[in-house]
């Protein structure tokens, strides 16, 4: 029913003062639903956020504090690792370590939260430049470039010999100058 893209794209044009498209106006209620009293649509992305699901929109705060994040998991983490049912951690949870349990819960890839692999499989992260709290698979392998051989320029005399074939073939007086050129180039 909801698309987090369509979603997040109605949220966006209200905060700058946009209408969405008539297509997507339905969606904006749904967003209403769950605003707080104190929401405005320019505090989006900054003091709340949305989690969208296929069925559901869910308002969370937006947290800031990756120290705090991670601090959080790993006591999720531990208390679930020594037996502590899930339930009773959630309900010993105070309001900024639930809103991140349900980040997590709400952004996890899979069908339930391995709390017992955070920081082993999977991880969290704060995207400083949206605001939002990021669940990322660690088994995805990154490709690496190497920048130097990507960037790193072809001698100017290379390119001369590979556009020319030879420097010998060229006019003398242009083939000092060029060979002059070269000298103050490299």
């Known amino acids: 029913m909801f698309r987090r893209s369509d979603v997040r794209l109605c949220a966006y044009k209200l905060k700058n003062g946009n209408k969405p498209s008539e297509d997507k106006e339905w969606i904006v209620p749904e967003i209403e639903k769950v605003m707080l009293e104190e929401d405005t649509w320019d505090s989006f992305a900054e003091s709340w956020d949305v989690v969208v699901t296929e069925n559901k929109i869910t308002r969370v705060a937006t947290e800031r504090d ?9 006591e999720i983490k531990t208390k679930i690792s020594v037996g502590i049912p899930e339930e009773e951690v959630v309900a010993s949870l105070n309001p900024r370590q ?9 952004n996890y890839l899979g069908d339930t939260v391995d709390w017992e ?7 969290v992260k704060l995207d400083l430049g ?6 990322y698979s660690k088994k995805t392998k990154k490709n690496k470039v190497d920048i130097a051989k990507v960037t790193a320029p072809t001698p100017l005399s290379e390119e001369v010999k590979q556009e020319k074939g030879s420097l010998d073939d060229l006019d003398e007086d242009l083939l000092a100058k060029i060979k002059n050129l070269l000298k103050n180039k490299e």
């Open 66 to 74: 990756e120290i705090f994040i991670n601090n959080t998991c790993v």
């Open 98 to 106: 639930l809103n991140i349990y349900s980040i997590v819960k709400t």
């Open 117 to 123: 692999a955070y920081n082993e499989t999977w991880g």
């Open 130 to 135: 949206s605001g939002r709290t990021e669940v």
